[in-house]
Structures are given as C-alpha cells and as structure tokens.
T-cell receptor, first 112, second 115 residues
Framework: KQEVTQIPAALSVPEGENLVLNCSFTDSAIYNLQWFRQDPGKGLTSLLLIQSSQREQTSGRLNASLDKSSGRSTLYIAASQPGDSATYLCVPTQGGSEKLVFGKGTKLTVNP | GAVVSQHPSWVICKSGTSVKIECRSLDFQATTMFWYRQFPKQSLMLMATSNEGSKATYEQGVEKDKFLINHASLTLSTLTVTSAHPEDSSFYIC???????????FGPGTRLTVT
C-alpha cells in the first residue's frame, strides 16, 4: 500500500528565502507525481506534474524533482513570497489504478 | 488549461434530507471522475472512482447506498448524499481525468454542512 510522507510537516520562513519541501513514497510503481497547493478551505491548485520517466519540472519560481527508484521528490521554491503560504501536497498517481495517494502535506507560512 | 467546476460551492441541509453535488469538466471530456472527502485538518480521502456509463467503484468503508454517484456523460458526474447526517458534514472535492497523462484536474470543492 502506497504511503506518502512529507517533511517538514510545517515550515515558517521569512519572505525572500529559498526553501525545499521533501516528499517520500513507498511504492515506486507510479504513473506520475503531482505537486499541489491547498489554501485553507479551498480546493487544490496543481503546481507541477512530473511523469514517471522525467527527472524534474520547472514552472516560474518552482522546481520539482523526482527520483522514482528511491521514492523521493522535492519541491524547490525560490524567493518565497507571503502569497506562497499554503499547504503543499506531494501526490503520486498509482500505476494500474490512477488513484492518487495523499499524505498530510507541508504547511508553509512565509512571513513578510 | 483543463477546468473542472463544482456546484454548489457550499450547502447547508437538514439531517435526513438528500443533497446533490455536481462536478463538470468544462473544456475536456473526462473519461474518469473521482470523488474525495476531506475532514478538517485531514488529508483528502478517495471515496469512489467513476467511469462514464459504468457503475462507480467505491473505496472500502464508503457506503455506496448512501453516496450515490452518477457519471451520465463525459462532462458531468454527480454525488448525492442520501439521508444526510451531521457526521457527513465535510468538504467534498471532485477531480477529472482525460486519460493519457493520468493527470487529474480538481474542482474547487463543495462545503456540506448538515444541521
């Protein structure tokens, strides 16, 4: 059974810092891995999708890497802003079923 | 990009009544739609997977007679919470997949409060 762990569970940083969010998953048989953000009381916003054959994806200040064989992904946020404050979710898509597996996420607070 | 809408965005209903939530893919055909539930400070939990024209597949522990899912077209799926009770109060989120990349696009969610 796939399990997703995100470290740290919560992170508070001053504005402008570069930061790294870590994710590990137990089953490497995945189609892809998505990073989402969720604001309080809101739905999910897709940030990046990395196919299982890819190593990384970049969008603006965000860069996500994937090491499928070791079950790890990282999300790098450059020059953090208060608007980046949210819960970040690392979500692999299970091979064979399309099911997404959610962990508890990392709650990020960027202080002005 | 692919857009998924949900209606209503929030609903309050009385205990014992039924409520229907709609999930629509606005600019693509969704071969598969998923329904999730999220309790406060908890992770999203998959409730069921539905394919157009087929019966939904429910996750273990989810009552299929209580949570009725209909996926009548490639752009619309509905979740009906029957005989709702206060413990059904939650945030319900749908997602849709067009296949191919197996990327799922999420709706904005529906906040259900049962009084």
């Amino acid at each position: 059974k796939q399990e997703v762990t995100q470290i740290p569970a919560a992170l508070s940083v001053p504005e402008g810092e570069n930061l790294v969010l870590n994710c590990s998953f137990t089953d490497s048989a995945i189609y892809n891995l998505q990073w989402f953000r969720q604001d309080p009381g809101k739905g999910l916003t897709s940030l990046l999708l990395i196919q299982s054959s890819q190593r990384e994806q970049t969008s603006g200040r965000l860069n996500a890497s994937l090491d499928k064989s070791s079950g790890r992904s990282t999300l790098y946020i450059a020059a953090s802003q208060p608007g980046d404050s949210a819960t970040y979710l690392c979500v692999p898509t299970q091979g064979g079923s399309e099911k997404l597996v959610f962990g508890k996420g990392t709650k990020l607070t960027v202080n002005p | 990009g692919a857009v998924v809408s949900q209606h209503p965005s929030w609903v309050i209903c009385k205990s014992g009544t039924s409520v229907k939530i709609e999930c629509r893919s606005l600019d693509f055909q969704a071969t598969t739609m998923f329904w999730y539930r999220q309790f406060p400070k908890q992770s999203l939990m998959l409730m069921a997977t539905s394919n157009e024209g087929s019966k939904a597949t429910y996750e273990q522990g989810v009552e299929k007679d209580k949570f009725l899912i209909n996926h009548a077209s490639l752009t619309l799926s509905t979740l009906t919470v029957t005989s709702a009770h206060p413990e059904d109060s939650s945030f319900y989120i749908c997602s849709a997949s067009a296949g191919g990349t197996y990327e799922q696009y999420f709706g904005p969610g529906t906040r259900l409060t049962v009084t």
